[in-house]
């Protein structure tokens, strides 16, 4: 089967660093997604890699590696707005997105 | 504002009530999806438009039908349904189907089986 692990919940501190993990099991590969979600409103994209290693976009980056089927999202220098949840999703072979629950982010003062 | 609106935000309904939810995407796009969103778990595809064409049924009960009357609109209707169906629905679009493209999401209607 096709699965998605992500975990459920983290915490961590204004301006500190975090590192949101991804592991997928899929039936083929291309690419994987970031989605940033706040409550009550739409997933919003944040990144895609296909290829192995880091992409950076301004305070956030994501890496890949496909060896290891294994991805994380990296937030810098955190603020009360990136409270989210942080959705990951593997587009597999068949072009569909296959989604994890999610990581609901808070952070504290 | 993703250029993906959804209406009605919140419904409520009973078993037995049929009603039916709309999404309206401004982005010239080509595909078309329904999801379901329940708390704690995976976006769950339900249907796939290309091209005003179902390509995807992922297993849905009946008591839903989605209807495409063209690229731009897509509704989601519903019928008898169950309380296990109160979930977050959510419609995204994309370029196409058939290849990599990012999902552009509309915020989303709270349904509540009663």
């Known amino acids: 089967g096709q699965n998605i692990d992500q975990p459920t919940e983290m915490t961590a501190t204004e301006g500190a660093i975090v590192q949101i993990n991804c592991t997928y099991q899929t039936s083929g590969f291309n690419g994987l997604f970031w989605y940033q979600q706040h409550a009550g409103e739409a997933p919003t994209f944040l990144s895609y890699n296909v290829l192995d290693g880091l992409e950076e976009k301004g305070r956030f980056s994501s890496f890949l590696s496909r060896s290891k089927g294994y991805s994380y999202l990296l937030l810098k220098e955190l603020q009360m707005k990136d409270s989210a949840s942080y959705l990951c999703a593997v587009m597999d072979s068949n072009y569909q997105l296959i989604w994890g629950a999610g990581t609901k982010l808070i952070i504290k003062p | 504002e993703t250029g993906v609106t959804q209406t009605p935000r919140h419904l409520v309904m009973g078993m037995t009530n049929k009603k039916s939810l709309k999404c309206e995407q401004h982005?010239?796009?080509?595909?078309m999806y329904w999801y379901k969103q329940s708390a704690k778990k995976p976006l769950e595809l339900m249907f796939v438009?290309?091209?005003?064409?179902?390509?995807e049924n992922n297993s849905v009960p009946s008591r839903f039908s989605p209807e495409c009357p063209n690229s731009s609109h897509l509704f989601l209707h519903l019928h008898t349904l169950q309380p296990e169906d109160s979930a977050l629905y959510l419609c995204a679009s994309s370029q196409d189907s058939g290849s990599y493209n990012e999902q552009f999401f509309g915020p989303g209607t709270r349904l509540t089986v009663l």
């Open positions: 438009y290309n091209f005003k064409e179902q390509t």
């Open positions: 982005l010239g796009h080509n595909a």
